[in-house]
């Protein structure tokens, strides 16, 4: 009887051998799309902040437009990096279904084209999925804007018996006489400032150096705040012009919350920075100002941004002559 061909023993534990190593389990599909697309957003948002001198805020917008695309390619076990146009149209329609607003759904966007513009220009893919996707249509809303009696009340608001109080009143007065960004007011330092001259140098979005005057009330409080104020706040050396309780540079969040506080003592719904913004610029046009020159004011790259002032003063204009005229 033919003998079968022994096998080998194996060496186990048992026979002084090592314990046989099993492979590891291969990663998913869905691990390994996912992993290898964080690591080109983390490639393209080191370019963006470092190379092209973007701002934390702007990055961090960027960041969350483009992890809210993948999460819902991936869970839908489609590549990111390989996303085809429709596949993108999808999503922004996924957006718009969840009621996300047009602006938002309009950034999207453009964090999308630019980050397959990097891909394309990285030699990742040879083509532009995103390049001929359309925008989403924005409704025609008018930003919200104060009246110039509002204005008063919100800056007679603040306790200035109080070092706080003066603080947020300097703020204010500040914010509304320069049309500041709200990122802009908390980070400005003492050295931006040109009290002789009666203006401050502002580093808007991309790090963009303008000058924006500022008037004698604004110039009067500042004086206060750093003659009074600031000195009894600070703790440690922090080069943020404005403090809070603590001795630490105010935060966005810290100033938001406070101003809307102070509007809410004078009736004054809803009131947030970038409507003292939007107040600047539109009081501006109504007192007679150039656009362009407001645009200066503003940091705005394009006039187009700044029109539409013109169509809030437009309206006010309306609004005063069908209350006044005899025949409106």
Not at 110 to 117: H, I, K, N, P, T
Not at 164 to 171: A, E, K, P, Q, S
Not at 220 to 234: F, H, M, S, T
Not at 289 to 301: I, P, S, T
């Amino acid at each position: 009887m033919p003998v079968s061909p022994s096998r080998p023993a194996e060496r186990g534990p048992a026979s002084g051998g090592r314990p046989e190593e099993r492979p590891a389990a291969p990663r998913t599909g869905a691990e390994t799309t996912a992993s290898a697309a964080a690591r080109r957003l983390d490639a393209y948002l080191d370019l963006l902040e470092v190379e092209r001198g973007l701002s934390a805020n702007t990055v961090a917008a960027y960041r969350g437009d483009l992890e809210r695309l993948f999460d819902d390619l991936v869970a839908r076990g489609e590549d990111p990096l390989r996303a085809t146009p429709r596949q993108l149209a999808l999503h922004l329609r996924r957006l718009r279904e969840g009621g996300l607003a047009n602006r938002t759904i309009a950034r999207a966007l453009v964090s999308l084209r630019r980050f397959y513009g990097f891909l394309v220009a990285e030699g990742d893919r040879p083509d532009h999925p995103a390049e001929n996707l359309e925008a989403p249509r924005r409704l025609a809303t008018l930003p919200k804007v104060l009246s110039e009696k509002q204005v008063d009340r919100l800056l007679e608001a603040p306790d200035t018996d109080t070092l706080l109080g003066r603080r947020d009143r300097t703020m204010i007065e500040l914010l509304y006489a320069t049309g500041l960004r709200v990122s802009e007011l908390v980070g400005l330092r003492r050295e931006q400032l040109r009290l002789d001259g009666g203006f401050l140098i502002a580093f808007g979005k991309g790090s963009k150096e303008r000058i924006v005057p500022f008037g004698e009330r604004a110039e009067q409080w500042l004086d206060i705040y750093l003659g009074e104020v600031r000195p009894r706040l600070a703790r440690e050396l922090h080069p943020q012009l404005f403090l809070n309780a603590r001795g630490r540079p105010l935060t966005r969040q810290g100033f938001w919350k406070i101003l809307r506080g102070h509007g809410r003592r004078v009736g004054v719904e809803g009131l947030s920075p970038h409507v003292l913004r939007h107040s600047f610029a539109t009081h501006l046009l109504e007192h007679g100002a150039d656009l362009r020159q407001v645009q200066m004011m503003l940091g705005h790259a394009d006039v187009s941004t700044t029109q539409i002032y013109t169509h809030i003063h437009q309206h006010r204009l309306r609004g005063i002559y069908d209350e006044f005229h005899p025949r409106a």
